[in-house]
């Protein structure tokens, strides 16, 4: 396949070198050529322009922040003014919602697809082809309880929180109320703040209030739904 780079820092170089070894003809573009140069040993061709780098079925950006790829993606000579009707657009950096979403309005009318592929992992990652792509939440919830909070506790309650499965309640809310009421006793006992206890205590509350006592004490995630509007996420609307 064809493919463009835009974006050879430290992430950028390891994962344009693994699309060479991949097999895909690869062509790279930076701002400061000379990052290019061990890529350009590997294989890869050099890209003058960023509309050079458009030239293929796919052109994937790995860039510092939002400014960034605003600079390479608008504009005369810009990727959506290069890119080929159908072609795609892949955007691995990091970026705010608002501009996901204008990149993907903007590639849409041009007639391109758009990918918002942000990946986790440190340079030494991209190298070695270990970097992971968030697709959906059931995913990301695997991602996480597989590496950084590879424990019960998280595997469990993060896989009952990404599926919605809040009944029948493993451990009821109206449980978790009372063990935290506890905790909140013996800290107050003992002189030792706990915010977040607190803060647990009010969701459960709100939970409670809401109809959600005969979940698991998990729905308190739906929390985060609510206050963002999502109406047909409410606990009392959860069951498996």
Not at 98 to 103: G, H, I, V
Request: hydrophobic share 50%; proline share 2%.
């Amino acid at each position: 396949m064809e493919i463009g780079f835009i974006g050879l820092g430290n992430m950028g170089r390891g994962m344009a070198a693994n699309l060479l070894k991949a097999g895909h003809h690869v062509s790279v573009y930076n701002r400061c050529a000379a990052k290019a140069e061990a890529l350009l040993q590997q294989g890869a061709t050099t890209a003058r322009t960023i509309a050079e780098a458009c030239g293929g079925a796919v052109v994937f950006t790995m860039l510092a922040d939002h400014q960034a790829v605003e600079n390479v993606t608008f504009g005369d000579g810009g990727i959506v003014a290069s890119l080929k009707r159908g072609a795609t657009h892949v955007s691995s950096s990091t970026i705010s919602v608002a501009m996901s979403q204008r990149l993907a309005a903007a590639h849409a009318e041009a007639g391109q697809q758009y990918a918002a592929a942000p990946v986790f992992g440190r340079p030494e990652a991209a190298s070695a082809a270990k970097l992971f792509v968030i697709v959906d939440r059931l995913q990301y919830v695997d991602i996480l309880t597989s590496t950084l909070f590879a424990a019960p506790a998280y595997q469990t309650y993060g896989g009952l929180i990404a599926r919605r499965e809040f009944e029948p309640a493993g451990f009821a809310a109206t449980l978790g109320l009372k063990d935290i009421r506890l905790v909140l006793a013996a800290t107050e006992q003992l002189h030792v703040p706990l915010p977040v206890a607190g803060l647990l205590r009010d969701r459960l509350l709100t939970l409670l209030a809401t109809g959600g006592w005969q979940l698991d004490w998990s729905a308190v995630a739906t929390h985060a739904d609510r206050e963002a509007g999502n109406a047909s996420t409410s606990a009392s609307d959860h069951s498996a």
